[in-house]
Structure formats: C-alpha cells, structure tokens
C-alpha cells in the first residue's frame, strides 16, 4: 500500500500541492499588499482592492498535469530498480488455492527460460 502511495498517489498530487501552497502565499501577499480587511476574492481573480492575483481557473495546467506524469514516471523508475528483484523474473499473478480455500498473493519468481533465451513459442521451428 505504501508503495501504491508513493509510486502513484503522491506524485501525482505533489504538484497540485505545490500549486495550492503558492496560490496561498499570492492570495496572502496580496491581501496584505492592498490592505483588504477580510481579503475576500471574486469570481474574476481579483480582491476588494482590486488586485489580481492567480486562481485556480487560471492556472497553468499544462505544467502542473505534465510535472505529475513525470514525476509519477520517475518514481516507477527509481522504485523499479530498488525492489530488489531481477529483471528478468516473471509476475505470478493472484491465485485461488483450492486445497488451502485461501488467496496466494502476487508474487515475482524465476523465469522458466533464461533470459537471452527466446521463449520456446517464439523460436524457430528448428530448434524447438
């Protein structure tokens, strides 16, 4: 779950974040810059002292969507080479294990054929 989380969840959501924290920051800044009491925003971006400041329905979503799928790419990358796993193994899908009645969990294992080996489907009729 926890890999879910950071491989998928977090850097997706990072730079939405990201962008909340600064729309924040602009917003205050603004607020204090104009001295607006109660640094109320209108619909058009802008506060009572007339200030324009961004929001959300300007915001610079090519950025932010393109910075989430880099991000989420990377950190499929760095937690691939980091589980510890060969390369070359192959995924084992969930089962049902009918003797036990119980759920035998995703799990990577040996592969059958070495791995500068072709599988035998896909080698020439001569040498199967």
């Keep these: 779950m926890l890999a879910k989380f950071l491989t998928i969840v977090?850097?997706?959501a990072l730079p939405f974040l990201v962008y909340a924290i600064y729309l924040k920051f602009t917003r205050a800044r603004?607020?204090?810059a104009n001295g607006a009491a109660n640094g109320a925003v209108g619909t058009d971006g802008t506060s009572e002292a007339g200030a324009a400041h961004p929001g959300w329905?300007?915001?610079p979503w090519t950025i932010i969507v393109v910075a989430a799928v880099v991000l989420m790419v990377t950190a499929l990358l760095i937690f691939r080479g980091l589980t510890g796993?060969?390369?070359h193994s192959d995924y084992v899908a969930p089962r049902f294990d009918a003797e036990s009645g119980r759920i035998v969990p995703g799990h990577m294992e040996a592969p059958l054929a070495a791995p500068d080996e072709a599988p035998r489907s896909l080698r020439p009729p001569a040498q199967r």
């Design 85 to 87: 796993q060969d390369r």
């Design 10 to 12: 977090l850097p997706v």
């Design 57 to 59: 329905a300007k915001a």
């Design 30 to 32: 603004a607020r204090a």
